[in-house]
T-cell receptor, first 107, second 116 residues
Framework: EDQVTQSPEALRLQEGESSSLNCSYT??????LFWYRQDPGKGPEFLFT???AGEEKEKERLKATLTKKESFLHITAPKPEDSATYLC????????FGKGITLSVRP | EAGVTQSPTHLIKTRGQQATLRCSPI?????VYWYQQALGLGLQFLLW???????NRGNFPPRFSGRQFPNYSSELNVNALELEDSALYLC???????????????FGDGTRLSIL
């Protein structure tokens, strides 16, 4: 069965303090890996798709990378508005989500 | 462009009742997906509809069912409601896969179902 594990469960950063969120996975026949952001009371918002090992995508302060066993979401110089839960999901026969990482950025 | 819309926003039911949740996909998207997000758990895949047909189903009992209409909107029905069905139910839609690869799912803001 496909499995996605995200770590840490929660992360508290000072504004400007860069860090990385980890997503490790085991899946048979990976077709793509997705990162989403979810704010309280809202549905997940799509951020990135990664298709193969070595691929990288960037958007503002976020950069996502992919290896054969894990993906990282790097956050450079975060701001308080980056506070949210970040979800990783892998696509095989269906989309399987991790439990998410709750990021809090203090001003 | 309008996003995925879900109704109602909140729904309160009692045990044993039936609930109907509705979803309108992004214009041009033919696939609709349903997920359950319960407290402390990740998003759990429920159902996938494409072109009016059920394509895949998650590990949920048969009292969770749905359908997709010719205009690609969708309904999720939950019969014989139980307390543990209390959760946020999310709908997502996507285009068909193309040469660039699999397309991402885009989510609505969900229906909060509370069972008393």
């Amino acid at each position: 069965e496909d499995q996605v594990t995200q770590s840490p469960e929660a992360l508290r950063l000072q504004e400007g303090e860069s860090s990385s969120l980890n997503c490790s996975y085991t899946v048979s026949g990976l077709r793509g890996l997705f990162w989403y952001r979810q704010d309280p009371g809202k549905g997940p918002e799509f951020l990135f798709t990664l298709y193969s090992a070595g691929e990288e995508k960037e958007k503002e302060r976020l950069k996502a990378t992919l290896t054969k066993k894990e993906s990282f979401l790097h956050i450079t110089a975060p701001k308080p508005e980056d506070s949210a839960t970040y979800l990783c999901a892998v696509q095989a026969s269906k989309l399987t989500f991790g439990k998410g990482i709750t990021l809090s950025v203090r001003p | 462009e309008a996003g995925v819309t879900q109704s109602p926003t909140h729904l309160i039911k009692t045990r044993g009742q039936q609930a109907t949740l509705r979803c309108s996909p992004i214009s041009g998207h033919t696939s609709v997906y349903w997920y359950q997000q319960a407290l402390g758990l990740g998003l759990q895949f429920l159902l996938w509809y494409d072109e009016g047909e059920e394509r895949n189903r998650g590990n949920f009992p048969p009292r969770f069912s749905g359908r997709q209409f010719p205009n690609y909107s969708s309904e999720l029905n939950v019969n014989a409601l139980e307390l543990e069905d209390s959760a946020l139910y999310l709908c997502a839609s996507s285009q068909g896969d193309d040469a660039a690869g699999i397309q991402p799912q885009h989510f609505g803001d969900g229906t909060r179902l509370s069972i008393l």
